[in-house]
């Protein structure tokens, strides 16, 4: 009996301890930014992403004020957030590692795997818009506008015309993707890694410089997620159609699985690998 009693009354502390650890991150969630929690626990972002909230561009928001530009309850979100249990010592653990190592980490595990996909949808786009856009099977950019003629002269509606748009701006986010990434490879980055390895002195160091350079970034990455979003309500969040072939599908699961990608490259730099560089750069004045 008394050995029963024992693990009873441990096992009630360990409960009680772990409410108070619950306890403790719900009150801290309340006042971090949506951006801290997931650079915490990269985990949250399926939460945020449930609920539409933007955690990658919109980062520096509380809950609470995310919450009320969608339109949800806090409560949810908070309950949502304390259903994921706690966190693996070394799960996704990126706010952890030394700026030289994410910054490799980003290159090679996104912007790499951005330089193979970007054509592989771009082809997709266009086929897929030219099959059941059009319904000639002709490219797209025989098409200037969303009104098509058979090869008898009259004027043909498109089965799903939300398909040229798509493909459109898909090019366009390509486009700005390829440029924004080369830019950081050639700039960007370089001057981080040389600000971690201690490589900049004060005396020719500005710190307006690395503020500049960081907002330039952040303007890149919500033109990015406008289009990403654009192609994500042209689609109907990627939902498909009753008439869609295999290759429809394929472009659908392709698309979407790059906007999770491009979210989680933004996350990476908005709200850990910059805030970082910008308090490096403090130490330098």
């Known amino acids: 009996m008394r050995l029963k009693y024992f693990f009873s009354e441990i096992h009630k502390k360990y409960i009680l301890i772990l409410t108070l650890k619950v306890q403790t991150i719900m009150e801290a969630f309340k006042v971090q930014t949506i951006g801290e929690i997931a650079a915490a626990d990269y985990r949250t972002s399926r939460?945020?992403?449930?609920?539409?909230?933007?955690?990658?561009?919109?980062?520096?928001?509380?809950?609470?004020?995310?919450?009320?530009?969608?339109?949800?309850?806090?409560?949810?979100?908070?309950?949502?957030?304390?259903?994921?249990?706690?966190?693996?010592?070394?799960?996704n653990a990126y706010n952890n590692w030394p700026l030289n190592f994410l910054v490799d980490y980003i290159i090679n595990n996104h912007h790499n795997k951005m330089r193979k996909v970007l054509p592989e949808i771009k082809f997709y786009a266009r086929k897929v818009a030219a099959v059941h856009g059009g319904g000639g099977g002709e490219t797209i950019d025989m098409y200037e506008d969303f009104t098509f003629h058979s090869s008898m002269g009259q004027p043909v509606r498109s089965r799903h015309i939300e398909l040229i748009a798509m493909s459109r701006a898909f090019v366009k986010l390509a486009a700005k993707i390829l440029k924004h990434i080369n830019n950081q490879e050639q700039k960007v980055f370089p001057f981080i890694k040389k600000m971690a390895a201690n490589k900049i002195s004060a005396g020719n160091y500005k710190k307006s410089y690395s503020i500049s350079m960081v907002e330039m970034v952040q303007e890149e990455h919500k033109k990015a997620d406008v289009l990403m979003k654009k192609l994500r309500s042209l689609s109907n969040n990627f939902t498909l159609p009753k008439d869609a072939c295999s290759t429809y599908g394929v472009y659908y699961k392709k698309l979407q699985a790059f906007e999770e990608n491009m979210h989680k490259h933004i996350h990476l730099e908005n709200n850990i690998l910059f805030p970082k560089a910008l308090k490096l750069s403090e130490e330098l004045q």
């Open 47 to 91: 939460v945020f992403r449930s609920f539409g909230i933007d955690f990658y561009c919109g980062g520096d928001k509380t809950i609470a004020d995310a919450c009320s530009e969608v339109n949800i309850e806090p409560e949810a979100v908070n309950e949502a957030l304390k259903k994921l249990g706690r966190k693996k010592e070394k799960e």
